[in-house]
């Protein structure tokens, strides 16, 4: 059953990217992303991670997303100009990209040998994580915040329209 | 019960799909989608090497890795908003201006 799921989600994540991927519209493209990034939560989820899968379909499928598609609607699209033009570089990429991928595999190799041990019971609860932020990793977590109000500030006065004179 | 390695090859599948897409798309808004597409990837192994190990720590950086990416964001599209004003064009070949 799980490994059903397993398939079923990974296939829905690949083939949101592929969608990305081929699509000519960048709203298309973004929105192709929604279901791969919550599928990827899912995916979160099969690993024992419930906190993390509803942080990411909360702030990736959710918020980026939507940041993004906000933007797709201030910039007047154009469709890209289709593939032939380019047939000799998008092979490129595509080889390049596959030279990656091997190399990830076999660098990963080594762990892919190590069986995996059972998960503790209750591995991964909210409760762990919490008291992990809050103790551990109080200082990050409170860095965390000032990354963020940086980012507002900033994205704020990048993004203002100057008063012409 | 599902194999970790699964999802350790899953993660660089990813990864080298977000690496494709960069390098094909011409347009910048996607171009960032496709990074965001990386950073997922990455944090697709950070649980999975997680669960591996037994450590909370890989959920944590996840969730860090979260907040910072959506900072970047939100930020990210604000320059490229500015060069869409500046340029009236999002197409990375056409923003050449730091090319002698």
């Known amino acids: 059953m799980a490994t059903l799921l ?3 989600l990974s296939a829905l994540c690949v083939g949101g990217i592929l969608g990305m991927i081929l699509s000519r519209n960048a709203a298309y493209s973004a929105l192709c992303l929604v279901p791969s990034f919550a599928a990827l939560g899912a995916l979160f989820g099969l690993l024992g991670g419930p906190f993390i899968a509803v942080v990411q379909v909360i702030i990736y499928a959710g918020a980026v997303m939507v940041l993004f598609l906000f933007v797709v609607m201030m910039i007047p699209l154009r469709p890209a100009p289709s593939f032939p033009k380019r047939k000799a570089f998008f092979a490129l ?3 390049l990209a596959a030279c990656l991928l091997a190399l990830i595999v076999l660098s990963l190799s080594a762990s892919l040998k190590t069986s995996a041990a059972a998960a503790p019971e209750g591995f991964g609860g909210v409760g762990d994580i919490g008291r992990l932020l809050f103790t551990d990793l109080l200082y990050p977590f409170e860095i965390t915040s000032l990354v963020i109000l940086a980012a507002l500030v900033g994205a704020l006065i990048l993004a203002k329209k100057k008063k012409s004179p | 019960m599902i194999p970790v390695s699964w ?3 899953l993660s660089g599948v990813l990864f080298a799909l977000g690496v ?3 390098l094909i798309k011409k347009d910048l ?3 960032f989608l496709a990074v965001e597409v990386m950073l997922n990837a990455a944090n697709l192994a950070f ?3 997680a ?3 037994g450590l909370l720590e890989g959920q944590a950086a996840v969730f860090f890795i979260i907040t910072v ?3 970047e964001a939100a930020v990210g599209l604000a320059i490229i908003l500015l060069v869409f004003r500046r340029k009236k064009t999002v197409k990375a070949d056409d923003i050449s201006v730091l090319k002698g």
Do not use: C, K, N
Request: a positive charge; hydrophobic letters at 90%; aromatic letters at 20%.
């Open chain 2, 51 to 53: 669960r591996l190990h």
């Open chain 1, 6 to 8: 397993f398939f079923l």
């Open chain 2, 20 to 22: 494709a897409a960069f």
């Open chain 2, 29 to 31: 808004l996607v171009m």
């Open chain 2, 69 to 71: 990416a959506a900072a």
């Open chain 1, 93 to 95: 990429s595509v080889v």
């Open chain 2, 47 to 49: 649980v999975a090497f």
């Open chain 2, 7 to 9: 999802f350790l090859v």
